[in-house]
């Protein structure tokens, strides 16, 4: 069993910079691919990053490219997302995600799911 929770949510200006981060209970943490998803009120969940277990790739939405950065550190099973040049578009809901020796870019991909945390980017 994994449990997943999202920190470092909160309200910044158009522009800014936040870093969230997950940290993940339970063993074996660096074989599981992580995955960050977002929910804007009123659509759907989009994919946002994710970074593999075994080599670190990683992936990204077009709409984050070249803002975002999705990393790990196994050490303290915790996954990041540092998120710059934020824009008021990117105000949603964050969830974590980690898939078991897969890595989550569909949300039933993942094994276990966090409860998220709210960023909200005004202009």
């Known amino acids: 069993q994994v449990q997943l929770v999202e920190s470092g949510g909160g309200l910044v200006q158009a522009g800014g910079s936040l870093r969230l981060s997950c940290a993940a209970s339970?063993?074996?943490?660096?074989?599981?691919?992580m995955g960050w998803f977002r929910q804007a009120p009123g659509k759907e969940r989009d994919f946002v990053a994710a970074i593999g277990w075994n080599f670190g790739i990683t992936t990204y939405a077009d709409s984050v490219k070249g803002r975002f950065t999705v990393s790990r550190d196994n050490s303290k099973n915790t996954v990041y997302l540092q998120m710059n040049s934020l824009k008021p578009e990117d105000t949603a809901v964050y969830y974590c995600?980690?898939?078991?020796?897969?890595?989550?870019?569909?949300?039933?991909?993942?094994?276990?799911w966090g409860q998220g945390t709210q960023v909200i980017v005004s202009s």
């Open positions: 995600l980690a898939g078991n020796r897969k890595v989550p870019r569909e949300w039933t991909e993942a094994d276990y």
């Open positions: 339970g063993r074996r943490f660096s074989s599981y691919g």
